[in-house]
């Protein structure tokens, strides 16, 4: 329920006294507004709650107030709060008999109740009450999807009319009905019919409200199927407009219908949509909405530890099919240990998301090694069906899903620069980083930049690469540079000069040093 006056009086903190209007304190509270405008009307929307001081009213003038009470009540304000022991020590007798002629609730606040107390109070209440409501219907959600996967339309329609405290009916694209729940609502949806076929005309998707002859049903029409032209359509009657948790229910029947009867897609290519949904709502940051959409079909996968898996096809025969390859594999390993996984198709990608340490991640890592050995035998033709390209992500969960994509795509990268069919992200963290340097951009940046300096040496007029090289490696330690290099400090000061002179840069800048150390050590690793 959201917030009403009734319970904002009886909000022990508030400490507030009603002082007109006792009869109607049971009206929702849609907002706590403060305003000291004479006509504060022109910025109401209806429902709030008006918070004043009489900065600028003459609250003692009652012709004055009845016009402002007046007013008030046109615009839909449900109730006005009144601070004593600012500007007036009580409520001045002029508002309270205007507000009671008018039947506007008037409470009195307290000079120790800041007005943001009050705001607070109506701003948390209606949190409350969407987050009930939330809730609710991310648990409709939950069922209808486990009623729609166990027991197909009917199960589900018969779910969503417990949610919406009405009955439901499925139509099929002439417009026959199909399924109704409960039973006797059959006559109901029948006459219908009309109403369904002409909304089927309207581009899709299409939906009405409608009512029903001889009864208070309100009715809502909404199209089912993904194509231009719909398969199927539902129909909702209900005694009063639905509420937020049954809106979400309705929603979530239309979805899952939506994929149950639609001819041309297989149950595989359905639930890849929910598993599409899944995902982004897990990379989008929301794991428990993610949750409440998988219901049963990927639940158990969100609740452990779990690897994302992201796949790219380097074929160029178009026939050819690396990524199904991959997803058949990863999920026939699933389906024999009984596991859950989740595989979304991504254009030239393939996204796989799997339990931590299960056969999906063992299924992926045997395929990528095969692949693997067939490229590095000799003998052996590699085809296009095997060029693939894979990162996985270190273990994460369901909050964390996007940095474990993060980290696959990473691994993915490193992997297609490496000729790599798969790499792994634990990988790149551990060890080195010198191998990193190995890169054909990082060896080129280094022979550009040493590039005069070996031109030099090559002339036999000293060995500044060398002497670079030893003074990098003491941290500019002259002594300790010159001795592994056998030559005096001197000589070593005057070969550093020269560096500089030929690079046209500062040693003693830290990225210039930077910058030197690690183009030394890409040309070592040749």
Known sequence: ?????????????????????????????????????????????????????????????????????????????????????????????????????????LLEVPRRTPFLAISKAVSAAIAADQYRAVTAGFAAQRELTRQALSTGPEGLLGALAAQVDGWAALYDASGAVVATAPEWAGRRAARL?????????????????????????????????????PRAALAVGTAAALGTAERYAVHSAIALLTLTTERSRSLQAAEQRVGAAVLRMLLAGHPDHARAVAGDLYG????????????????????????????????????????AVLVVPEGERLVVLAADEGAAVAACTEHAAALEAARSAPEQTVGDEDELVAGMSAPAGPIAAAAAYKQAEQALSVARRRGRVMVEHEQLAAGSVLPLLADDAVKAFADGLLRA???????????LVASLRAWLSRHGQWDAAAADLGVHRHTLRYRMRRVEEILGRSLDDPDVRMELWLALKATSTE
């Not at 046109?74 to 500007?87: C, E, M, P, R, T």
């Not at 299409?206 to 231009?228: I, M, Q, Y």
């Open 300 to 339: 158990g996968l969100l609740d452990a530890p779990f690897r994302v898996i992201v796949a790219a096809s380097l074929a160029t025969d178009a026939g050819a099919d690396p990524l199904g390859a991959l997803a058949e594999s990863v999920e026939s390993a699933a389906a024999r240990s009984g596991e």
């Open 193 to 229: 019919t009309a109403d369904v076929e002409r909304l089927r005309d309207r581009p899709a998707p299409a939906s009405s409200v409608v009512g029903l002859p001889d009864h208070d049903d309100r009715v809502e029409l909404h199209t089912l199927g993904t194509g231009r032209r």
């Open 453 to 463: 300096l070996h031109e030099h040496d090559a002339t036999g007029r000293g060995d």
């Open 1 to 105: 329920m959201p917030p009403t006056l009734a319970s904002l009086v009886h909000h022990s903190a508030l400490k507030l006294t009603v002082r007109a209007g006792e009869d109607r304190l049971d009206v929702p509270v849609r907002w706590a507004h403060v305003s000291e405008l004479a006509d504060p009307v022109p910025y109401m929307e209806g429902g709030e709650l008006l918070l004043i001081t009489a900065l600028k009213l003459d609250a003692e003038d009652p012709e004055a107030m009845r016009r402002y009470v007046k007013r008030l009540v046109g615009a839909g304000v449900v109730g006005l709060g009144f601070a004593v022991g600012v500007n007036y020590d009580e409520i001045p007798g002029a508002l309270v008999d205007a507000a009671e002629q008018e039947g506007l609730p």
